[in-house]
């Protein structure tokens, strides 16, 4: 899918289900990757695929989002 459509899927997203921070840390290994993200003085890290990494192409000090799913 191209970018811009891919944001504008992106913002659909209901905000309270959403964190935007900094990219502080990427680490890819083999088939995985955790990438760590500055939030409010606090850092929260996801594990996603190295793949993902690659097709968004996350740096480090880019703003980004982590969406949290909530349960079911």
Do not use: Y
């Amino acid at each position: 899918m191209p970018l811009p459509l891919r944001r504008a899927e992106f913002r659909r997203i209901s905000a309270r289900n959403q964190l935007i921070g900094r990219i502080v840390d990427i680490k890819v290994e083999g088939i995985m990757a955790q990438v760590t993200l500055s939030i409010g003085g606090q850092q929260i890290t996801s594990v996603i695929t190295a793949d993902a990494v690659r097709e968004l192409r996350l740096e480090k000090g880019q703003v980004a989002a982590a969406l949290i799913s909530p349960p079911k």
